[in-house]
Nanobody
């Protein structure tokens, strides 16, 4: 059974940084497309960043326009983990962040981790 466990969320001041981690159970992690989504109160869930499958843990990353230049997604296949480094955080980045794993046409979701950017 595939499970995704996120960590690293919290409260940070504007301009600060956080690093989210998502550990996946199950096999074939290297063949999975991994992504981070977020959902703020009253808004739809949106894609923040994704990274393609890659046996060498490199992958091709894509980002929402709102986070380009500030966020970096990366993966470590040896640890079955995907990361989201978030720099220069803004109040509008506040949301619940969800890890997503897509493989063989199936999506899996983590339980989410809260990120709050406030002074």
């Amino acid at each position: 059974q595939v499970q995704l466990v996120e960590s690293g969320g919290g409260l940070v001041q504007p301009g600060g940084s956080l690093r989210l981690s998502c550990v996946a159970t199950g096999n074939l992690f290297a063949l999975s497309i991994m992504g981070w989504y977020r959902q703020a109160p009253g808004k739809q869930r949106e894609l923040v960043a994704s990274i393609t499958s890659d046996p060498q843990s490199i992958g091709i990353a894509t980002y929402a326009d709102s986070v380009k230049g500030r966020f970096t997604i990366s993966r470590d296949n040896a640890k079955n983990t995907v990361y989201l480094q978030m720099n220069s955080l803004k109040p509008e980045d506040s949301a619940v962040y969800y890890c997503n794993r897509r493989i063989l046409g199936t999506n899996y979701w983590g339980q989410g981790t809260q990120v709050t950017v406030s002074s």
